[in-house]
């Protein structure tokens, strides 16, 4: 592909981006044009506040001198009236502005979450956590600089710039082309040097930082293994030559920003020379009084404040443009289990429904095997089934198959009747509580874990479905009994009584179909085969799938189905 080609293609995507992200700021667009409207009457008040005072001081001064008196009231009050309003401006500029990016961010996660959600699990595991993590968290940060940083100065400079060459050149054109071309070197050429050199450093910023936090994510998970194998050092070397590539990009940037601001200095000054060259000659001449140098010496200068935050609105720029993409990247994922929109219609609480699986097969993406072909079973409501097979033969994957976490890519789930393709979602999911073979407890207690599941459940719930899977002693021996805090991913509680919490979880669940994944792994045998008894004894009219490559529970369900291994 030419270059030329490609740089186009490039630009054409940065607009689309730009114009995205404007899109999703829309419903913010009364808050951050009121940020730009206080911002540019700050900006107005605080210039008209130097030039005014220029100008007064220097007309009192000559006054003075001259022994004539001179109405001071006018241009007090007006001097006193920009003070206070640069004042209130400033302040009123924070609220709104800060306000408008809060409201941002906060729509912005919500966006984000709202397009994430339908991905998972299928759709996000080729994603890494830490990286998830990193892109609603800071990705969406550095978007929130894109309106502070970028859009508000921007617009304030192209609202108020004009203005100002205007002003100028009431007194006199050439000034007013100078500072025209000086505005125009500062405020945009200067910028655009800034986005060539700064550009690279600036995209590998925000990638850098996404890199350390999804390794520290990852590190501090795998941190026991690591420390076990001896593996720590290798990591924290890895960890300090990002550190470093990541200080050596803000170092690149920090000196161009200096740059900037070291330019912007010289062409404010360039400013002043410019006026006393078309001003003093016009003083002299008669045709401008003698104030109006200090008033527009200091105009002149006072009107680069809107030039200052153009430097980094670029920075920013790039940094938010490089955090959309990598967001738009993962909204713009199709779900791989499309919802219809039968899905809405959601049943509080299905009745317990006929199950049936007709010759279904289903594969992972780029997996040459299917993870199981051809199942087919009947389950009529309120019976029980055990799936056996051995390791590998898609036992679990069954589990994603019926909860439509995964598309099947042959033949048909039915219950009652019912495709379960024309209700993926939630309405899917309310027919099946499932215990799976690994699963996640929340960093929250006894209580919070079990209600995840049904939310209404009264205590009386909560300890029968505990007394089932044999956690009672386990409750009653804890500080605070259900409220006490199990850490994070149950890292206080057995493997076994993680397993057990899980299975209490499945049970109380209002779902009329349990699916019950490996319940007897870190069980010994008889406990296991106690609880299997409770589970299938105590939840008459619920259907019950267990998921097995054990012996224990087989003569307590009413049929066996055995997988094998493709
Ligand atoms: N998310 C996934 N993506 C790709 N392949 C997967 C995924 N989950 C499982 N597999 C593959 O699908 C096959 C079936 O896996 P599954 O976990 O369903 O087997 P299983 O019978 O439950 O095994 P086990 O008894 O060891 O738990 C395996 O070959 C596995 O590698």
Redesign the pocket.
Known sequence: MPLWYRACLTRRRTVIDILRLLRLMRPWAGWILLGVFVSVLTLLANVTLMAMSGWFIASMALAGLAGVSMNYFTPAAVIRAMAITRTVGRYVERLVTHEATLRLVAHLRRWFYDRLEPLA??GL?SERSGDLFSRIGADISVLENFYLRTLVPSLVALITLPLFVLFNARYSPVLAFGMACLYGMSGLILPLALRYFGKTASQQLVLQQAHIRTDLVEGLQGMREMLVYGRDCDFRHALQEQSQDLSNSQKHLANLQAASQSTITLAANCAIFLVLLTIVPQIEAGLLSGPSLPMLGLFVLASFEAILPLPLAVQSLIAAQMAARRLFAIADKPPLVVETSDALEQLASPSCPKLQLDAVTLR????E????SNLSLTLLAGKSVAIV????????????ALTGF?PIEKGQILLDGVPHNQMTGEPLRAYFAVAP?HPHIFNSTVRGNLLLANESASDEDLYRVCAHVELSDLIASMPKGLDTFVGEAGETLSGGQIKRLALARALVSPAPILIL??PGEGLDPRMERRILENIVMGEKGRSIIL?T?RKAGLNLVQAVHT?SA?
């Open positions: 699990p299928s595991q992972y993406p780029e997996q095997k299917p993870a199981f097979g051995p390791s590998g033969s898609g036992k679990s994957s069954m589990i994603n995964w073979q994944d490996e998921i490559h997988l493709e």
